[in-house]
């Protein structure tokens, strides 16, 4: 029951703060209850087998017999970093939220655990409708973070930001019926559950738009390429950004566009590997484009918030490219560089929501010489950049590394202009730095009426842990991968015919298309698989 105390218990700390009536305890309460999360998540390193590509601590009750909707949770080496990440981002952003967030205070930290309920269930969730209420459950308490806690054009950031992924959504819902449908046609049996979408043989013809395959593809596709979000449906993105509260921008930038990546890796690729081959030139483009397109509109954002929004649509954009190189380096730089932008990423924005605490404002213009007022931040933010921009030894160099080697080895033409963001992404940033924190002081910093002070302890308790993941992700990456090594190999050597077998405690079954539906079948389906 790991896998559904983790997945749940968030829900519950949202009860018990709706309910806590003293206002002033909301945030360390909060705190504890997150850090209770995080370390309750720690287990699953013990728990978890790193040899096998096997679906691990599996949970599964039947729901809704009649339409084979179960509830179905399980954990293999794609998934198991993105849970850990998100359980490791939530006390941090909670922290760094301590005085930006003054109003509401309480129904802030629920809509919080709501939505850390909501992403670790997108990552576990094993069944399509579970999968999908998890997916749609994000936006809700998003949608609030950004339109209560925002800025002055919160309404119409959350207003985009719900429409286009909606939209989305909505296709991929209709595809996943239709899968159902098709479950039932070849087995009998209408099922919901992924195992049994992997077992379908969806016809598929080349040169036309009009296959069944290719038309599933597309639905599932464009659903994750908005989370991503991907070059062209990328603009409802830096509005978000811009408006949201800096804990809203922290969760959106360090996991909730993970959630598209994954549904690649999990959903797309393996459910129509010929689609996703046939295809896989023009998400490489659209990767490609999104690199540098995102690079070159970040070097003359006049605001720093806008400008670290834009540069996560080119970092995403080598997300997809390592995932559409179909090998190894590139799948395994791909699911590397969700982290690292988690992290990296997560922490710009904690570091421009700290300044913007003490001045109010976001305009590069405004500032200068920042380095001499305020040492420890630029010494933070001077890391960061480092790791953002992916110098050797941080944990940035190690997954760019990775997909460009991937995409050289799969399709060359597409990594010599995606090496040139590599070069874009150092300019943007270091010219950035270099106006903020060198040169003349600007207005907002020989500002005598309202001196800025340095950071403070609590601020350097936030940046420390991520600091240190930046040096131990790039120093030392096997720690990370090898966890994750059985299960992207699995899924480069298997694209074709890829299925995942379950395995508990005790029991060990391949997935079939009639997949047992209760813990006493599936005992019994394991029993009869080992003969």
Not at 269 to 288: H, Q, V
Request: proline share 5%; with cysteine; net charge neutral.
């Amino acid at each position: 029951m790991i896998l559904s105390t983790i997945v749940f218990l968030p829900l519950v700390f949202a009860l018990i703060i709706a309910v806590w009536p003293n206002a002033r305890t909301i945030r360390p309460l909060a705190l504890g209850f997150a850090v209770i999360e995080f370390i309750l998540s720690l287990a699953l390193l013990q728990q978890f087998d790193p040899s096998t590509s096997n679906l691990q601590m599996v949970e599964r009750y039947m729901w809704i017999e009649r339409f084979g909707i179960s509830y179905f949770m399980g954990i293999d080496g794609i998934s198991l970093w993105l849970i850990l990440l998100t359980t490791f981002l939530t006390p941090i952003t909670i922290l760094a939220s301590w005085t930006s967030i003054s109003e509401r205070v309480k129904g802030f930290h629920v809509c919080m655990f709501i939505l850390q309920t909501a992403m670790l269930g997108t990552f576990l969730a094993m069944d399509a409708i579970f999968f999908y209420v998890f997916w749609e459950l994000s936006l809700i308490p998003m949608y609030f973070m950004v339109g209560i806690w925002g800025g002055s054009r919160r309404i119409y950031a959350t207003v985009k930001f719900f429409i286009y992924t909606m939209a989305g959504s909505v296709l991929m819902l209709v595809a996943m019926i239709y899968m159902m449908y098709l479950t039932q046609e070849t087995t009998g049996q209408m099922s919901a559950s992924l195992l049994d979408f992997y077992k379908l043989q969806i016809p598929f013809v080349g040169g036309t738009f009009f296959s069944l395959q290719t038309l599933l593809f597309f639905a599932f596709a464009l659903a994750f390429a908005i989370k991503v979000p991907a070059f062209p449906v990328h603009t409802w993105l830096p509005d978000a950004h811009v408006e949201a509260p800096t804990p809203g921008s922290v969760i959106l930038a360090g996991v909730m566009l993970k959630m598209g990546t994954y549904g690649f890796m999990r959903w797309v690729i393996p459910l129509f590997p010929e689609a996703s081959e046939y295809w896989a030139w023009l998400f490489m483009l659209i990767g490609t484009v999104g690199i540098v397109y995102g690079a070159l509109v970040a070097m003359v954002q006049p605001d720093v918030k806008k400008l670290v929004a834009y540069s996560s649509v080119s970092h995403m954009g080598y997300i997809l490219l390592g995932l559409f190189a179909f090998n190894a380096y590139g799948m395994t730089g791909s699911l590397y560089q969700m982290l690292n932008h988690g992290i990296s990423t997560g922490a710009l924005f904690i570091l421009i929501g700290m300044i913007y605490e003490r001045t109010h404002s976001r305009e590069i213009s405004k500032y200068g010489g920042l380095a001499g007022v305020l040492p420890l931040f630029t010494i933070f933010f001077f890391i960061i950049t480092l790791s953002s921009i992916a110098v050797p030894m941080t944990n940035g160099f190690v997954g760019e590394f990775f997909i460009l080697m991937g995409t050289f080895q799969a399709q060359p033409v597409f990594a010599y202009f995606a090496v040139t963001g590599v070069v874009l992404g150092a300019v943007y940033m270091l010219w950035m730095f270099k106006r903020v924190f060198f040169g003349e002081q600007g207005e907002l910093v020989k500002d005598e009426h309202h001196p800025l002070h340095d950071l403070n302890a609590r601020e350097i308790a936030v940046m420390i842990p991520l600091v240190i993941m930046v040096f131990w992700m790039g120093l030392f990456p096997n720690n990370f991968l090898n966890y994750s090594k059985a299960s992207i190999d699995h899924l480069v050597n298997n694209k074709n015919t890829y299925n995942l077998t379950i395995n508990q405690p005790g029991a060990t079954a391949t997935a079939t298309a009639t997949a047992p539906t209760t813990p006493e079948q599936s005992t019994a389906a394991a029993a009869q698989g080992d003969k």
